[in-house]
């Protein structure tokens, strides 16, 4: 039987009920988090805890309940319960502005937010990190707040099915011409021997895995851009990776039915691929 958290409780799935005027259901009104847990441990807990605070915070969304160290403790409860205290897991957390008669503008001062988290097993697909996987690339029809993790992932969502109609992983977006990230992952390529990634701006999501990336880019001391990377620029990209919570580094050796480089992993990629792993599991 799997617990999920709802609300200050700790129900069985099954039982958990949120009411159908909920806005995080009427409005995608709620911010949301992805965490990896490994053997009991939660990975970068603090980075995403910020991520979420700063989220509610511009949204004018209550903290009240989703602070740091209570969504921390019951995240590492939902795992234990679940006897997910072994191995791999994540826990999706959300909270959203809560439940109130539809009106577009705020609901009144006071209405209880929703905060719902829910842990599952994970398995890395390690096979697919080994080999590669291809992409394709689409405009990004998302709005001019990427920055924030909204449960709004209408764009994400039509962007992954087409990656998928298209035989393929993941989806690389571009506005105005210019490459942002992927559909639920960051994206960095190489050009010219020098890695490459969209800067931190409204237009992505500042990705918890992007900041163990570049800090292993400084770490490893490889060359290194926070620029974007143009559409017109993908037939002389040498290497794309994208990286996630759920992702870690994935190659992409084929875009749009065109291989990347010579169509395997690249060096740079690899590097990158075992320092997260060694952040991740500590070997
Ligand atoms: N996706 N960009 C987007 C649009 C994302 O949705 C994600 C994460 C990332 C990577 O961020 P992080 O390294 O913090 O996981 C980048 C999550 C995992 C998801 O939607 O399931």
Redesign the pocket.
């Known amino acids: 039987m799997t617990t999920v958290y709802l609300n200050g409780q700790y129900v069985p799935k099954e039982q958990a009920m949120i009411p159908v005027e909920d806005r995080g259901f009427i409005f995608g009104d709620g911010i949301?988090?992805?965490v990896r847990v490994i053997n009991g441990r939660i990975h970068a807990w603090d980075?995403?805890a910020a991520?979420m605070a700063n989220g509610l915070e511009t949204l004018r969304i209550s903290m009240a309940g989703a602070e740091s160290a209570t969504l921390k403790a019951v995240c590492e409860k939902l795992v234990a319960d679940n006897g997910l205290a072994a191995g791999e897991a994540t826990v999706?957390l959300q909270v959203s502005r809560g439940a109130a008669p539809r009106t577009h503008h705020f609901p009144p001062a006071g209405t209880p937010t929703t905060v719902y988290a829910a842990a599952s097993a994970f398995k890395p697909n390690f096979a697919m990190r080994d080999n590669g996987a291809k992409g394709i690339t689409l405009a990004d029809i998302r709005w001019a707040r990427?920055d924030l993790?909204t449960v709004n992932?209408l764009g994400?969502v039509l962007a992954r099915q087409a990656a998928q109609e298209a035989g393929a992983y993941e989806a690389l977006m571009h506005r105005d011409g210019m490459f942002t990230?992927?559909?639920?992952?960051?994206a960095f390529f190489v050009v010219k021997g020098v890695l490459r990634t969209h800067p931190l701006t409204n237009h992505?999501?500042?990705?918890?895995?992007?900041?163990?990336i570049v800090e292993s880019i400084h770490e490893l001391g490889l060359p290194f851009e926070e620029r974007p990377v143009a559409l017109a620029e993908l037939p002389g990209v040498e290497e794309v990776f994208v990286?996630?919570?759920?992702?870690d580094v994935q190659p992409l050796v084929e875009i749009d039915g065109k291989p990347v480089g010579n169509g395997k992993p690249g060096p740079l990629t690899v590097k990158l691929k075992e320092a997260l792993a060694k952040r991740l599991y500590g070997k």
């Open positions: 949301y988090e992805v980075g995403h991520r999706y990427c993790k992932l994400p990230e992927g559909a639920a992952t960051n992505i999501l500042p990705g918890i895995t992007r900041v163990d990286c996630g919570t759920t992702t």
